[in-house]
């Protein structure tokens, strides 16, 4: 169809197309010819604009097709809103036990030297990782691991990562491992070497303690620590602690703690038990077994009566006497030394 009209730029003819696109097109036309009949028509003032807007306003088409797909649903007060769909509302649902048998099978460990001991020794048992951006090229190795097998990783800030780990000390980085379980000890005396020091820990249970006694126990070849409670080993502030040490310690579950050192004992070690407050040899007078079991107690109290008189060795660390005791990690990395020199030297 076509048309004409005269304007100040003389007679204009103007045809009409029927436009096969979508509403969204033909709204963008209406636009712009609305935008040129503004520019080519000026609007009255005062209350003949008014009566202009209003004529206009009512000539307006409405289309139902012109709807959105936006549009406010209006519901009571306090009536809940019901999706439109069939997929997951609310709060998804966490079977209680399941969450207790991660807890009690992950732990959390942090430090770099701690994870890079980690991720060398047992990468198969991480199962999730964080970072912050300044580490990452220290563990580059770790990262294409964690991509070619799957392991979610996370690159995070600083504040970030202390929520993932529990605590502002951890070094930049944190992984989420599978536990490791404690040994029986006849596990352990079955592939003990010719020459071998154990250590066992009467109610020591600092993770930092723990953790510098790890550390000792890999620098002098000692590799398997009997505790009542193998669990407190891979704790997050003990492996950070150990520098990487954890890694090369086996924890020996000791059910009953005497009985334990008996089946030991059975099998040839000699039990060497320790204290600062009662009597017995100095360490730099005592002559060290090849394979014993070195005891040692809280800092605080020492061993038990009963323990300390089960030794087949009782000894002591000579000193000024200025304080009363040596801390327990302290006095371990000492005697580990002492044994150190005498039998693999």
């Known amino acids: 169809m076509n048309d004409s009209y005269s304007g100040k730029s003389g007679k204009v003819k103007v045809m009409y197309v029927r436009n096969e696109d979508n509403n969204d097109n033909r709204k963008d036309n209406d636009r712009r010819k609305n935008g040129d009949n503004r520019k080519n028509n000026k609007r009255p003032f005062g209350k003949g604009r008014e009566q202009s807007d209003r004529r206009r306003d009512n000539e307006r088409p409405t289309r139902s097709d012109e709807r959105s797909p936006w549009r406010t649903v209006s519901r009571p007060e306090g009536e809940p809103l019901k999706p439109e769909h069939s997929g ?3 709060k998804s649902y966490i079977d209680p036990e399941q969450l207790r048998r991660q807890r009690l ?15 060398q020794n047992r990468p198969d048992a991480i199962v ?88 000792s126990c890999a620098h002098f070849g000692v590799q398997g620590v009997i505790l009542q409670d193998t669990a407190m080993l891979e704790s997050g502030a003990a492996v950070r602690t150990a520098e990487g040490g954890a890694e090369h310690i086996k924890g020996i579950d000791a059910d009953g703690f005497t009985a334990t050192l008996n089946k030991f004992r059975d099998e040839g070690y000699s039990i060497v038990t320790t204290s600062s407050h009662k009597g017995s040899t100095t360490l730099a007078q005592a002559t060290l077994p090849e394979k014993m079991v070195l005891v040692l107690g809280q800092e605080s109290d020492g061993l038990s009566d009963s323990t300390w008189e089960d030794g087949d060795i009782r000894l002591s660390i000579g000193g000024t006497g200025r304080v009363e005791s040596l801390n327990v990690s302290v006095a371990t990395g000492i005697m580990l030394a002492e044994w150190w020199r005498q039998n693999k030297v």
Not at 108 to 113: L, S, V
């Open 88 to 90: 997951i509302s609310g």
């Open 105 to 119: 099978e992950e732990t959390r460990i942090y430090g770099e030297n701690a994870c890079q001991a980690m991720f």
């Open 128 to 215: 999730r990782a964080w970072f912050v951006q300044s580490i990452t090229p220290r563990f580059r190795d770790a990262l294409k691991w964690m991509a070619a097998n799957r392991k979610a990783y996370h690159v995070v800030d600083d504040e970030e990562l202390t929520k993932a780990s529990g605590t502002e000390h951890h070094g930049g980085v944190c992984f989420l491992i599978k536990k490791r379980n404690g040994i029986d000890a006849e596990t352990y005396l079955q592939q003990a070497p010719a020459k071998d020091c154990v250590l066992a820990l009467e109610n020591v249970g600092n993770p930092h303690n723990l953790g510098a006694i790890m550390r």
